[in-house]
């Protein structure tokens, strides 16, 4: 459900073709107590969670994106205050004119205009959204990681984007599944595959720093064998994709795990709280991502300060870093 997706608009196009907050009233798009509840509260996690697990200004907020079965709804800079909506009568679709599922979504952009699209928690109910957190509790974490996409934006978008042209990647299949989409049938890469999440994973719950090292050395050697052995040729510009999606997607999971262990988050146990975020596993780079970075924050002190200030610091770099391999 949570995707990361290039540039599609920009905020001045909604704008121009929403309605004022009095024709929202009018059209009937108020959004009910329990959506801007739970929106309020989300928002305000994400306060937290930036400035204790990040270590960066949580202020401004993106512009937000919001839909329910009746009305989409956007708050620029995530402000209340400026709302507005405008009815979609069963077919939300973007300014312009690109359409939305009605039912759960959420992504982020990586441009300069950065903002994010979530569908609200009634709609993720009547899609009979199923979590041990319950729904709310999922869409928390869910939120936290595609708000923390959009802080990404200035250096992972513009990458993006210049990779995505170079090498005749659509707009479409430009996003974190893209590399499981071309390779998730080869026998051979899901076996690479697993063994080198199994070892990023075993790293970070070792029993020792010097273990996880360890550990960590033998998936960064997986890592890099994978990646020589499947992206050569015109298979090639899959190593720059696979690196940002890894750190972009791992970053996230990672944040929404530990929104789950503070008392914000339901205060859950390490395992209980990996259990949820982690799902069915069934997404190669949240799950690979998340193994990476409960890694790196284990044995990488401050690593958030290389990750938001410098594009090279990515999936790779960070891994190196941390297990003491040289670059």
């Keep these: 459900m949570t995707r990361t997706r290039s540039p599609i608009l920009a905020l001045g196009l909604l704008l121009s073709t929403a309605c004022t907050g009095a024709a929202a009233q009018e059209d009937g798009c108020v959004m009910t107590q329990g959506d801007r509840t739970w929106l309020k509260g989300a928002l305000d996690n994400w306060q937290v969670s930036a400035q204790r697990d990040l270590g960066i200004d949580p202020d401004p907020l993106p512009d937000v994106v919001t839909l329910d079965d ?3 709804y956007i ?3 995530g402000r209340f205050d400026r ?5 979609h009568e069963g077919r939300p679709s973007l ?3 690109r ?3 009605l039912g759960p979504v959420s992504f982020a952009t990586g441009s300069a205009t950065d903002y994010f699209v979530m569908s609200l928690p009634s709609v993720w109910r009547a899609a009979n959204v199923q979590s041990g957190l319950g729904v709310e509790g999922l869409m928390d974490g869910v939120l936290l990681h595609e708000i923390m996409h959009t802080r990404q934006g200035g250096l992972a978008g513009p990458l993006l984007d210049r990779l995505g042209r170079a090498n ?4 479409d299949d430009l996003n974190d599944d893209m590399v499981q989409n071309r390779f998730g049938d080869d026998a051979a890469y899901r076996a690479a595959y697993e063994r080198e999440r199994d070892l990023l994973f075993a790293a970070a719950a070792a029993p020792s720093d010097a273990e996880a090292r360890r550990i960590g050395r033998d998936a960064l050697a997986a890592m890099r064998d994978r990646r020589a052995r499947f992206f050569t040729g015109k298979r090639r510009f899959y190593r720059a994709f696979d690196d940002i999606f890894l750190t972009m997607e791992g970053m996230g999971q990672w944040l929404a795990y530990r929104h789950y262990m503070s008392p914000r988050g339901g205060s859950l146990d390490a395992e209980t709280a990996l259990r949820e975020v982690r799902r069915d596993g069934s997404q190669w780079s949240q799950d690979e991502g998340l193994a990476l970075m409960l ?3 284990r044995l990488l002190p401050n690593w958030q300060a290389r990750a938001f200030r410098d594009p090279q610091w990515r999936a790779e770099a ?3 870093a941390a297990t003491g391999v040289r670059r």
């Design 75 to 77: 708050m620029p800079a």
């Design 295 to 297: 890694l790196v924050d």
């Design 70 to 72: 009746r009305c989409l």
């Design 95 to 97: 300014p312009d004119g």
């Design 318 to 320: 960070l891994l190196a």
């Design 168 to 171: 005749g990647v659509s707009e």
């Design 83 to 87: 709302m507005v909506g405008t009815p």
């Design 99 to 101: 359409e939305l599922p």
